[in-house]
């Protein structure tokens, strides 16, 4: 008898048909990517698919009552989907799935438009945690929505379509590098120089910001707009890149905004393609990058405010619907990297094409800001996973004391849910262009669905 822990490699363990069913349902995820690389975008996408599988929009303060299926729209930027369940498991409390739909970008800032030397230029503020220099000399598209003085909202998307101009942030040539190759990685990449190129033909007639006037022109044809109206846009520099298959054997998946989207997807399948008498919300957070802060993030009172909606609507007591709920925190976790070895703990790390991950904590230093979820808990999941045949295995972000990071568990758990953060294994996270093995990705959709069953 064995009695060590190994962690069993996916499609070495699959039989022929479920390694099919992998690979058909990565192209499923690739279309969801390519169609939604914002919140706003994630959102729509998911309210179309949501549609279709019956879910009716939800009004806050509508009673919510058994059979229901409903969705709540949170400002087109954060997703709840409720599936009201049997009255006589409600006493087991709901099972909530979720994920975040905003992914690192270049968000413009609100008085973005300048020229230098007959250039123009957008001027950017980062969003979430990135290593700036990766976002030079890449292919960018504009995505967002501008409101105008009148009310009225013009939604942007450009540089996705073969035939759209893309934008681009400049680097410096190696040839004139020997300064800013001598400093640190952390001082060497200004982030104010993270301005995107947006047109160099300056208007005949004019004198001063020519090439500014010329851009401004084209804008107000497209748009109707003139340069006030980004005081009220918000307008995202996402990668122009489209999902593609990694590897002679097409095992991994490259894209922009695998985190959290890797997530976000499976969890959508499983709530729509699930029969399940429980009650199940999942949940597409916004946010999540940068705290999780504000009306869209996950430290908003909404989700229990949800929760009494759902509470009233089958006639039992919110604080006992809260302690008795379980939730998946469906986010994504580092995967071992080879060539940066020394940045893990091999025992402890997660491996690409291992399966979905569960990562018990997460946290800085001495765990710090981490929802440490309790053995127990843990426990309980293993189980159900045995039993439903899932390939699961144990995460954690690096090496001890290296450096860290959180996810929307803590937020959940601090109103007394039981969570674990459970989700997809990442190489190059929060690059431009991520990678996910799409054997995970498909155990993160069957342990999701086990979890609502
Ligand atoms: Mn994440
Ligand atoms: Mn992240």
Redesign the pocket.
């Given at each position: 008898m064995d009695l060590t822990y190994k962690r069993k490699n996916v499609l070495k363990e699959v039989d022929e048909e479920e390694k099919e069913v992998v690979f058909s349902y990565a192209e499923g995820y690739k279309t969801f990517l390519d169609n939604g690389k914002t919140e706003r975008e994630a959102v729509a996408e998911t309210i179309a698919m949501a549609k279709k599988a019956g879910y009716k929009e939800y009004a806050l303060g509508q009673k919510i009552e058994p059979g229901d299926k409903l969705f709540f729209n949170n400002r087109g930027k954060s997703l709840f989907l409720i599936k009201a369940g049997k009255k006589e498991l409600i006493e087991e409390g709901i099972r909530i799935l979720v994920?975040?739909v905003d992914s690192p970008r270049l968000d413009l800032k609100q008085v973005p438009l300048y020229e230098k030397n007959e250039l123009a230029y957008l001027k950017t503020h980062y969003y979430g945690g990135i290593k700036k220099y990766q976002w030079m000399t890449i292919p960018l598209a504009l995505h967002g929505v501008i409101v105008k003085k009148d009310g009225s909202k013009v939604e942007v998307k450009v540089g996705e379509n073969d035939d759209d101009p893309v934008f681009y942030v400049t680097d410096l040539l190696p040839h004139l590098s020997q300064e800013q190759n001598e400093k640190k990685v952390s001082v060497a990449f200004n982030p104010e120089k993270l301005n995107i190129l947006v047109g160099a033909i300056p208007l005949p007639e004019e004198e001063k910001d020519a090439v500014k006037k010329g851009v401004l022109e084209i804008l107000n044809k497209l748009y109707g707009i003139s340069e006030e109206d980004f005081l009220s846009a918000e307008i995202e520099a996402v990668p122009a890149f489209k999902a593609r298959d990694v590897g002679f054997d097409r095992a991994l998946v490259a894209s922009y905004g695998h985190?959290?989207r890797v997530?976000a997807y499976p969890e959508i399948t499983a709530t729509l393609g699930t029969e399940t008498d429980r009650t199940v919300m999942t949940i597409l957070a916004d946010k999540?990058?940068i705290g999780s802060e504000g009306n869209t993030g996950m430290q908003c009172d909404l989700i229990a405010d949800l929760i009494d909606c759902i509470a009233d609507g089958y006639g039992v007591s919110s604080a006992l619907l809260r302690a008795r709920s379980k939730c998946l925190s469906a986010?994504?976790t580092a995967a071992y990297d080879p060539a940066y070895a020394d940045a893990f703990e091999e025992k402890n790390v997660a491996y690409l094409g291992k399966g979905v991950a569960m990562n018990k904590f997460t946290g800085a230093r001495g765990k710090s800001g981490s929802n440490d979820a309790s053995a127990e808990y843990v426990g309980f999941l293993r189980c159900l996973f045995e039993k439903e045949g899932v390939i699961w295995q144990t995460g954690e972000l690096g090496r001890v004391d290296l450096g860290g990071g959180g996810?929307v568990a803590k937020y959940l758990a601090n109103r007394n849910i039981d969570t674990v953060d459970l989700?997809v294994p990442v190489l190059s996270m929060h690059a431009p262009y991520e990678l996910i093995g799409k054997a995970d990705l498909y155990q993160a959709h069957k342990a999701f669905s086990a979890f609502i069953k």
């Open positions: 994920a975040h985190d959290d997530c999540e990058e986010d994504v996810t989700g």
